[in-house]
């Protein structure tokens, strides 16, 4: 069966099942197993240093991992690496347009990099810039852009392939309310029109509840819960919130794990938007 009719049958998006990363002495996901479904948003939470990119690195295949621990709509991602690019758009944690480029030219080359038959590129890039409203600055250069502007560039890139799955690091990351509602209002249009399946980071417990459809509380490379918001929330009591969700699950200091260098990144992260 070739990669699209597998994808095209499977209920599962993403299966995980005993997925272990080690950098070193630091075990950064320690035998994580996952199952996103097919149309929903997921929402991967946890503290600084819990292991989401580096999971998230795994499953675009960024990073290696063995065949049978990695499926994205039933393909194994160690061994039809090639075929599963195609399914995913990606936006990562770290900036990926070229601040020098123009919007159009940077979602361009994530055209010709996706083989975008040359004809229809022009008409599919303009397309994209559009749908996250940015037709009107296409033609500045991406330095010129605002940290909201910027996302949803990375967004336009991500989407030009018509991807099945997009896999958002922290999209709203040092960003606005104003400019964090932008980037959600487009990605949900898209989802309600395509029936993508959403895999997203974030930090901003609110932003998680009100956004995803369940969510999984990552710590130490594991996950130590799993559910709808509504769920988690309820299994702690009437009134509690997903932070203190977060916190019952995670300890309450935030930074046991994390080391100084998920804080330069971080911060790196939130600096490079503003
Ligand atoms: N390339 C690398 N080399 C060495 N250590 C790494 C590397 N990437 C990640 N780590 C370590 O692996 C652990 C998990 O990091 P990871 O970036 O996956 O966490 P995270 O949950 O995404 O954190 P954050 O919320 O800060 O983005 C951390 O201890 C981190 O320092
Ligand atoms: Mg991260």
Redesign the pocket.
Known sequence: MSAQETAQQTQTAVRCVGLY?R??D????DGLDLEVRRGEVFG?L????????????MITTLLPAPPGAIEVFGVDVARRRTAVRRLIGYVP?QLSVDATLTGRENVGLFARLFDVPRRQRAERVAEALAAMDLTDVADRPAKNYSGGMVRRLELAQALISAPRLLVL??PTVGLDPVARDGVWTRIEHIKATTAMTVLV?T?LMQEADHRCDRVAL?HR?RIRALGTPAELRGALGPTATLDDVFRAHTGDRLDD???L???R??RR?ARRVS
Do not use: S
């Open positions: 990363q950098f070193g630091t075990v950064a996901v991967l946890g503290p600084n240093g819990a292991g989401k990119t580096t999971t998230i690195r944690q690091d922290e980071t930090h990552m490379g794990r994390g080391d260098r998920d804080v990144a971080t992260t």
